[in-house]
């Protein structure tokens, strides 16, 4: 009996201090653990598969039992937002075309120019502590570690582990996920006025004045015609064409302060209970008030993860904070990440992560 | 040739290959159905039963080996659902050590109340090693949750524990 509780004394410390060398190697992102993970993964998971087979038929009845109504109500819910959607959609892919071709022609990187792997929703994490999910394809079909996720509505997560066929997601709001990314505020209201040198203090409205106007009155006077077009789901633009005589050229100047203000800062989720939050945005003047429903994009560049100008989210709420510490913003998700079957990962990697041959 | 032999009959054997099958259920079943948006533990939930059933040295070697096999599929870090669990099968385990024959409703409080701990284990070992945010008043909700489901299921996790970390003598 002595004996037997020594050597279980003994198997506890062993197990104890075997998990914490574990913990430390794991934290240390050594290759052994990978290692003995993947030779579990090729043990269980045929198990796993077999015992999803099995389980199939309780799940469905589960669901059916329990989701019904919850679905025809979505199902009805649905087919109206998609009958209001259905005219949009076609201006939205006329206009993405044509940022596209715009972005394409000036050399700047789009979305359309980066291959992607569609995968399908295989499991959830089987703990309450983290925010994953498991797809159909993995180093196979060329996915790696860090690649972004995205369904049709925006950016899901990102990439954590790779097997051969599957992979493991962590979503955007797990408390371990940070990306970051540019919160697009709109345009502050601003009035142009036309300045002439005799009367400067007087503000005036935009008027369309015609070419010939300005040369009509004092020779030092300057004067602005500005052009306005307005595309529906589009910040406008504005063109500034400086008074010129006729047979000059002139030169398209953007007013800058009209231009859609761009600020980055860094998304962390906070839990599935929690919408994650924009922390490290200045608190500029320049940038001026963020409002809800300001969009937020992936930044890009050349050490983030992802892509430019993947749709992530917008502002649900904004909380000031004193001093100059910049604002934290509360985001809601475009992507509904509590019902997700397809996905598309983008196999992108910036130029750090690639290896150098 | 008996040595090997006697290594595959041995209940520890059992619990690797049985536990094979609750973690297949864990990953599958119980990680879509989820009541109130919990999903139920029943690798937590053997552990426990199996300490409270044979005391605080077998739960926590259960625990310890159970929660390393669950370490294997978690993204977290590996050996920190073994600490969890290992630390819950011997909070089980002290059931046996207060009451020597304890009766059929001591076991389900002991399920209850272990399990709640048990899910707040966790979180805490991941703020330990730095991965914070999941200490949130959420892990009450949770803890409820899974304590609920363990309560359901402990008569048929009691009936699986007994077979599986039974002692036999190896007759050839």
Same mark, same amino acid.
């Given at each position: 009996?002595?004996?037997?509780?020594?050597?279980?004394?003994?198997?506890?410390?062993?197990?104890?201090?075997?998990?914490?060398?574990?913990?430390?190697?794991?934290?240390?992102?050594?290759?052994?653990?990978?290692?003995?993970?993947?030779?579990?993964?090729?043990?269980?998971?045929?198990?796993?598969?077999?015992?999803?087979?099995?389980?199939?038929?309780?799940?469905?009845?589960?669901?059916?039992?329990?989701?019904?109504?919850?679905?025809?109500?979505?199902?009805?819910?649905?087919?109206?937002?998609?009958?209001?959607?259905?005219?949009?959609?076609?201006?939205?892919?006329?206009?993405?075309?044509?940022?596209?071709?715009?972005?394409?022609?000036?050399?700047?990187?789009?979305?359309?120019?980066?291959?992607?792997?569609?995968?399908?929703?295989?499991?959830?994490?089987?703990?309450?502590?983290?925010?994953?999910?498991?797809?159909?394809?993995?180093?196979?079909?060329?996915?790696?570690?860090?690649?972004?996720?995205?369904?049709?509505?925006?950016?899901?997560?990102?990439?954590?582990?790779?097997?051969?066929?599957?992979?493991?997601?962590?979503?955007?709001?797990?408390?371990?996920?940070?990306?970051?990314?540019?919160?697009?505020?709109?345009?502050?209201?601003?009035?142009?006025?036309?300045?002439?040198?005799?009367?400067?203090?007087?503000?005036?409205?935009?008027?369309?004045?015609?070419?010939?106007?300005?040369?009509?009155?004092?020779?030092?006077?300057?004067?602005?015609?500005?052009?306005?077009?307005?595309?529906?789901?589009?910040?406008?633009?504005?063109?500034?064409?400086?008074?010129?005589?006729?047979?000059?050229?002139?030169?398209?100047?953007?007013?800058?302060?009209?231009?859609?203000?761009?600020?980055?800062?860094?998304?962390?989720?906070?839990?599935?209970?929690?919408?994650?939050?924009?922390?490290?945005?200045?608190?500029?003047?320049?940038?001026?008030?963020?409002?809800?429903?300001?969009?937020?994009?992936?930044?890009?560049?050349?050490?983030?993860?992802?892509?430019?100008?993947?749709?992530?989210?917008?502002?649900?709420?904004?909380?000031?904070?004193?001093?100059?510490?910049?604002?934290?913003?509360?985001?809601?998700?475009?992507?509904? &990440?509590?019902?997700?079957?397809?996905?598309?990962?983008?196999?992108?990697?910036?130029?750090?992560?690639?290896?150098?041959? | 040739?008996?040595?090997?032999?006697?290594?595959?009959?041995?209940?520890?054997?059992?619990?690797?290959?049985?536990?094979?099958?609750? &973690?297949?259920?864990?990953?599958?079943?119980?990680?879509?159905?989820?009541?109130?948006?919990?999903?139920?533990?029943?690798?937590?939930?053997?552990?426990?039963?199996?300490?409270?059933?044979?005391?605080?040295?077998?739960?926590?070697?259960?625990?310890?080996?159970?929660?390393?096999?669950?370490?294997?599929?978690?993204?977290?870090?590996?050996?920190?659902?073994?600490?969890?669990?290992?630390?819950?099968?011997?909070?089980?385990?002290?059931?046996?050590?207060?009451?020597?024959?304890?009766?059929?409703?001591?076991?389900?409080?002991?399920?209850?109340?272990?399990?709640?701990?048990?899910?707040?284990?966790?979180? &805490?070992?991941?703020?330990?090693?730095?991965?914070?945010?999941?200490?949130?008043?959420?892990?009450?909700?949770?803890?409820?949750?899974?304590?609920?489901?363990?309560?359901?299921?402990?008569?048929?996790?009691?009936?699986?524990?007994?077979?599986?970390?039974?002692?036999?003598?190896?007759?050839?």
């Amino acid at each position: 009996m002595a004996v037997a509780q020594s050597t279980r004394r003994r198997a506890i410390i062993l197990l104890v201090l075997t998990s914490i060398i574990l913990i430390t190697l794991d934290l240390q992102n050594s290759s052994a653990t990978s290692g003995l993970r993947s030779v579990f993964g090729v043990i269980f998971r045929p198990v796993e598969s077999t015992m999803r087979v099995v389980t199939r038929p309780i799940s469905n009845a589960w669901f059916g039992i329990f989701n019904y109504n919850d679905v025809l109500d979505e199902n009805e819910r649905l087919r109206e937002k998609v009958a209001q959607q259905e005219g949009a959609t076609v201006a939205a892919a006329a206009s993405v075309r044509l940022a596209q071709e715009l972005l394409a022609l000036n050399g700047l990187p789009t979305l359309a120019g980066i291959n992607a792997v569609t995968a399908q929703v295989i499991g959830d994490s089987p703990t309450n502590f983290s925010q994953t999910i498991e797809i159909n394809q993995g180093s196979e079909s060329g996915i790696r570690v860090g690649m972004p996720v995205l369904n049709a509505a925006g950016l899901v997560g990102k990439i954590t582990k790779v097997y051969g066929d599957r992979s493991v997601v962590m979503l955007i709001t797990d408390p371990d996920f940070a990306l970051s990314i540019k919160v697009v505020n709109s345009p502050r209201q601003t009035t142009t006025t036309t300045i002439a040198k005799g009367n400067a203090a007087v503000p005036s409205p935009v008027v369309p004045i015609e070419p010939d106007a300005s040369l009509e009155g004092d020779a030092s006077t300057t004067t602005t015609t500005t052009t306005t077009t307005t595309i529906a789901g589009f910040t406008p633009s504005v063109t500034t064409l400086p008074a010129t005589p006729s047979g000059v050229s002139s030169i398209t100047v953007p007013l800058a302060s009209d231009l859609a203000i761009r600020e980055t800062g860094v998304i962390e989720g906070r839990g599935p209970s929690r919408q994650p939050t924009v922390r490290f945005i200045s608190n500029a003047v320049r940038f001026g008030d963020i409002q809800a429903g300001v969009p937020i994009v992936t930044a890009g560049g050349s050490r983030s993860l992802s892509p430019p100008d993947i749709l992530v989210g917008t502002v649900s709420r904004v909380v000031e904070r004193l001093g100059s510490a910049g604002p934290v913003l509360e985001i809601e998700p475009v992507a509904d &990440l509590t019902n997700l079957s397809f996905l598309r990962v983008l196999l992108y990697q910036p130029i750090t992560e690639k290896a150098t041959p | 040739m008996i040595r090997f032999l006697t290594i595959m009959s041995s209940r520890w054997t059992r619990l690797v290959l049985v536990m094979l099958i609750v &973690l297949s259920l864990q990953t599958t079943l119980f990680a879509e159905l989820r009541p109130f948006g919990v999903a139920a533990q029943v690798v937590l939930l053997f552990v426990i039963v199996s300490g409270s059933i044979n005391g605080v040295a077998i739960g926590s070697i259960t625990g310890l080996i159970a929660g390393l096999m669950y370490d294997f599929i978690l993204p977290t870090p590996v050996g920190l659902a073994s600490l969890a669990m290992g630390l819950a099968g011997a909070t089980a385990g002290l059931l046996l050590y207060f009451f020597h024959e304890p009766t059929w409703w001591m076991r389900l409080i002991t399920v209850a109340i272990v399990s709640i701990l048990g899910e707040i284990y966790f979180p &805490l070992a991941q703020a330990i090693v730095g991965f914070d945010g999941w200490l949130q008043p959420r892990i009450f909700k949770v803890a409820i949750v899974v304590a609920a489901c363990n309560l359901i299921l402990a008569p048929l996790a009691i009936v699986v524990c007994r077979w599986t970390l039974a002692e036999r003598k190896l007759s050839i």
